[in-house]
């Protein structure tokens, strides 16, 4: 296994459209980082570029201590899953695990040997002697992820590989690729557009937007102290409520609290740290999502509209007026730029 960094690494394509700007992050031997932001932000192509697809403009990357700018992506000991699969049609699922190691002339039983493991890992055994033509898709995901540990790379690199899949067996393949990585304690780093994603998998996630590094950290450290609007907005399902300063819910709100900082642009408020309370705030419930085991208040203050996330079993319906308390010391606060300001 490897660590990895990256020391400033760009990457500009023809006529100076700049797809990564100055990234710069390390990753430790055997530790799961996901990629995340929105299409476009440059996650795919900072994956690309750490797995030799994509050639980068300017910095460094390297592996196990090891400049790898210029070597090619067979020479990087690195395995790839991609969001496709990318399969052989003609091959068995034995035959797609073998490909790769046939190819590079390692003996018959190490081969076989490497297979029957990996298959185990995946709960494969039973179809090594099928096309994946008759594989369901987690079924050919795991083909794909067995192909990529038969190789024992140092590093494994994920291109959305779930993305394609319903939302019950992305969320099965989830817990899969969490016991995989203790499992073998490899280094992943894993690419999605899916925050809840991020949030499950990563002992440490990195927030992409417009090409640039938004924010790293673990995700309970983003969840809490998000370092800009951008992540606040992001991260969490509900996301964080951030309202204008100069509207009615955040002079409400900041009207409660004792110390406010300069410059201040926005205020920031998680939907789980709101209540129903008679010494709230007023206003307006506009719709009501029962979810079971929660409820998500959608309210409006004035021209200001947040989430509110309560327990299961509130009576409450649209229209209906009611008083919002906020807990002490929940408010975030945001500079006119959108950066993170401390009270």
Do not use: W
Not at 4 to 27: C, H, M, P, Q, W
Not at 29 to 50: A, H, N, Q, Y
Not at 160 to 185: M, Y
Request: proline share 5%; net charge negative; with cysteine.
């Amino acid at each position: 296994m490897a660590n990895l960094k990256l020391d400033r690494v760009g990457k500009t394509y023809a006529g100076g459209v700049s797809a990564v700007e100055n990234a710069s992050f390390e990753i430790a031997d055997g530790e799961f980082i996901v990629l995340v932001g929105p299409s476009g932000c440059g996650k795919s192509t900072m994956l690309r570029m750490i797995a030799g697809l994509e050639e980068i403009t300017d910095g460094d990357v390297q592996i196990g201590d090891r400049s790898v700018n210029g070597v090619e992506p067979g020479d990087r000991n690195i395995a790839m899953v991609f969001q496709n699969y990318a399969l052989y049609p003609h091959m068995t699922v034995r035959g797609n695990m073998a490909y790769g190691l046939r190819n590079q002339g390692m003996p018959k039983p190490e081969v076989e040997a490497r297979i029957a493991e990996a298959a185990r890992f995946l709960q494969l055994e039973p179809y090594l002697d099928r096309k994946p033509s008759a594989l369901s898709g987690g079924q050919r995901q795991r083909v794909a992820m067995g192909r990529a540990i038969v190789r024992e790379p140092s590093v494994f690199l994920f291109d959305e590989p779930l993305s394609n899949l319903d939302a019950k067996l992305r969320t099965q393949l989830r817990a899969e690729l969490k016991d995989l990585h203790k499992r073998l304690g490899a280094t992943f780093i894993y690419v999605t557009h899916d925050q809840i994603e991020a949030m499950s998998l990563a002992d440490r996630i990195v927030i992409m937007s417009a090409g640039r590094i938004e924010q790293i950290g673990t995700p309970m450290e983003l969840y809490a102290n998000p370092a800009s609007t951008f992540v606040a907005e992001f991260i969490g399902a509900p996301p964080m409520n951030v309202l204008p300063v100069t509207g009615e819910a955040a002079r409400a709100f900041l009207a409660q609290e004792a110390r406010v900082p300069d410059d201040l642009g926005h205020v920031g408020i998680r939907p789980e740290l709101m209540s129903i309370g008679d010494n709230g705030i007023p206003a307006t419930i506009t719709l009501v999502e029962p979810l079971g085991a929660e409820t998500l208040v959608h309210l409006k203050m004035g021209a200001d509209k947040l989430i509110m996330r309560s327990g299961h079993g509130l009576a409450l319906d649209a229209g209906a007026e009611i008083k919002v308390a906020v807990e002490a010391g929940a408010l975030r606060f945001f500079d006119r730029d959108g950066r993170t300001r401390s009270a």
